[in-house]
């Protein structure tokens, strides 16, 4: 970028006959003036580090396999030149959910949200079918703890729960299924993989749930209720479990968009 704005302000001096120490000052000019151009070239790659899997590779699935989590290990503090954000910790700014009838109604906002463990993720399956720019695959996360600021109030089958905190909700050996369906996007000549719906499951072998400062700070109910919801964790995270779905699958649409939208399909998954 310099050599070129060096080289541009050199043409500049001769052919307009500016008198040389204005130099720096048109080079500073045109680099001003370049810079949009270049970070726009900067954005539309992938980090060179990044594993690349051939379109018409046999063991595509194989390669994107080993590629996603080794992608997210090197995205842990982000990309900036993409804006994806950092994902060690991940950040949400929040979520508020209204669990309706049934045993559990709680009504809980959340802020403030970290989210743990994601770059741990091993994926176990991949099917990408990119004629219908589909993406299937299944992940294991070792530890995924989601911390956050709460709010909430409602009841646990009888019991009134209510308090205000910090919030651990933590899933052990969770199984995630991710459905992403994208549709092509043609901008300047290049085919973008836009992802209009990602959807996702959440499996956990285990959930512990903490929640710091319940009922204005009584120690003991706090305890029993805590002591109860982990008792109680598969029924309290079943009823739960949607709205934490949708809420994070949009943050990971968001994230992978990121790349997506900026990044030409052709240069995420090479042709040749
Ligand atoms: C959240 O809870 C898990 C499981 O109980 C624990 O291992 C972890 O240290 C806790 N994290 C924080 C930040 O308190």
Redesign the pocket.
């Known amino acids: 970028m310099t050599d070129a704005a060096t080289a541009l302000t050199f043409f500049f001096l001769i052919f307009f006959k500016v008198p040389p120490k204005s130099f720096t000052v048109i080079k500073m000019f045109l680099i001003f003036l370049f810079a949009p151009l270049t970070l726009v070239i900067a954005e539309n790659v992938l980090p060179s580090d990044f594993i690349r899997c051939r379109q018409k590779d046999n063991k595509l699935n194989e390669c994107l396999t080993g590629a996603v989590p080794d992608a997210l290990r090197r995205m842990k503090e982000g990309i900036p030149a993409l804006k994806v954000p950092a994902l060690e910790p991940l950040l949400v700014s929040g979520m508020d959910i209204d669990s309706g009838s049934g045993p559990v109604v709680i009504s809980q906002n959340y802020r403030r949200i970290k989210l743990h463990g994601l770059t741990d993720s091993i994926l176990t399956t991949y099917k990408a079918d990119l004629k219908h720019y589909r993406l299937r695959t299944e992940s294991i996360t070792p530890k995924m ?1 989601f ?1 956050a600021d709460y709010v909430m109030k409602g009841r646990i089958l009888v019991l009134p729960i209510q308090g205000k905190g910090v919030a ?1 909700i ?1 899933m052990v050996n969770l199984i995630v299924k991710h459905d992403l369906i994208g549709e092509p996007i043609k901008k300047d000549g290049e085919t973008y993989m836009h992802i209009k719906d990602y959807k996702v499951k959440f499996i956990p072998e285990k959930v ?1 749930l ?1 929640f710091s400062n319940l009922f204005n700070g009584d120690k003991r109910l706090g305890d029993q209720m805590n002591l109860f919801l982990n008792e109680n964790s598969e029924l309290v995270f079943n009823e739960l479990k949607d709205s934490y779905e949708k809420s994070l699958s949009s943050v990971f649409q968001d994230v992978t968009n990121k790349i997506f939208d900026k990044v030409p399909m052709n240069k995420i998954f090479p042709e040749e």
């Open positions: 703890e911390i651990n933590t512990s903490q």
